[in-house]
């Protein structure tokens, strides 16, 4: 329980106490630091906590500072918070003399809204950067406002020992940090540090051994990052331990590089996409419009699908015959220190050299998300790098290091892993610019499990989706929880995947369908998955195409009430009529 004791935390005579039940993305993104201190400031008693139904307030003061104290949950909450209900009711005084943050609660039956992931903000980056601050270049920082969340939770509540940050108990100053008020790792679940947190680690693979062709001087051992660096110069490939999953990564620039990882992969032309450090980096390559560039920057991170500029100097393997190429940001701090050079004199590191840059960048008013940070032991950007699943064709991503150093290891030349488990595993998300509106190509990272929500109540479905570029969704009241990417339901592996991704989002959101829907075509895994399903629940078949125009209908808050004319040109489908 975390408190203060100020001695202006009086009931007044004409104190009332009222209950607050706040629903909606509510945990993981400082709402009740938030709340607590609201009550500070205005002088309110009574406690805060979590439960699986959200957030619960009770609190106790003059009525018309109750009133202000409820406007101002909704106008001021924080900016990564999403209130979908409020409700308030008058209860008796209770004359506490402080307002305190309680213990959090489960609560059978209920649920809350889980936050998507959240790309590091500005004061984290500050930090990452600045050779002053105990996190400098620690590539797990976090705060309230940022880092991981979906990916990492395992159940509701949202707090530490349901995350998988419970094997990393925090040091004293962390500890501090967590218990202040007026801190901004205020109760942030994630908090770590050097001291106590996860730590990154380089390895070889054993196809390197084997080949060994390969070097990293005296780096490897004190510096994974700088050690992973120098063979992503020499044109090695490197797998790469992120939020949701493992990228496999190499220089964008160099033509063997890219050849090297299509042969192993098994992707003879299929797009790879890119990471850049910044805005005015990927404007080297693509021309990046407006809109396109509030995307690239926004709290999810997607992959934007941009037109190539014609003096595009890539290699020509990362979309071949295309005019498009796929672009993202980083989005963790292991992104930012792989994508940059640190400045270290008691090192000459004459191992890690940047790939060249086009020198002449073109003009542009898009600033760096670092751009007014202590950058002073910062060199220049690194390489442009290749950023793609770390996973065989059709196959999902990788989230194991245990699973990466097998499966993995005939794709690259060496790892660079952590061991802050991943929960869920997490595609990134494509997103395209149409005519200044964001078109959906893959929702996963950044969004997912965040709902949809529907006209009307609906009961508890579990929409199982297709077999290509399969997702699926879970339905509660009038939310659609739409999972994270599956995969192409062709073999055991995206199998399993499915249905552990099935149980994870059932367990969060407290919800046991009574209805599953399924393609109609009888060959697809998702349909056999369902039809053995426990007999008690109803089964719908959907016809494909259907599907399709349903899912716009509700997507633009259409009851199906009123007729609707549908055009769904996605090739061929399993027919009514069983063609």
Known sequence: MDTLNPDSFKSSNKAVRRRLIVQ????????RP?????????????FVGNNSAGVFIEVEGDPPVLDQFRQRLVDDAPPLAHIDSLTV???????????VIVHSQAQAGENTLISPDLVTCDDCLHELFDPQNRRFRYPFINCTNCGPRFTIIKDIPYDRPLTTMANFPMCPDCQAEYDNPLDRRFHAQPNACPVCGPHVEFQWSALEIQMQKLSVGDSAPDDPIQAAQSVLAQG???????????????????????????????????????????????AQFAEVTEPEAALLTSRQRPIVLLKKRPDCFLSDLVAPGNDYIGAMLPYTPLHYLLLTQHSNPNSEKKDIQPSTLNPQPPTSNLQSPISQSPISNLQSPSSILVMTSGNYSNEPIVKDNDEALDRLASLVDAFLLHNRDIHAHCDDSVIRVFEGRELPVRRSRGYAPFPVKLPATVPSILAVGGELKSTFCLTKGNFAFMSQHIGDMENWETWQAFEKSVAHLKALFRVEPEIIAYDLHPGYLSTKWATVQPPDI???????????????????????????IGFSFDGTGYGLDQA
Request: with cysteine; proline share 4%.
């Open 236 to 282: 090695g490939i490197v797998a790469v331990k992120g939020l949701g999953g493992f990228h496999l990564a190499c220089d964008a620039t160099n033509d063997q590089a890219l050849q090297t990882l299509r042969q192993r992969k098994g992707r003879i032309d299929k797009p790879f996409a890119v990471m850049a450090f910044d805005i005015p980096a990927v």
């Open 34 to 46: 938030f709340v607590y201190g609201l009550a500070l400031q205005l002088g309110l008693v009574g």
């Open 89 to 99: 009711e008058s209860i008796s005084s209770h004359g506490d003399d402080r307002f």
């Open 538 to 564: 109803r089964l719908v078949p959907v016809q494909h195409h259907h599907a399709h125009i349903a899912a716009v209908m509700a997507e633009h808050g259409l009851d199906g009430q009123q007729p609707v």
């Open 24 to 31: 909606g993305v509510v945990q993981g993104v400082g709402f």
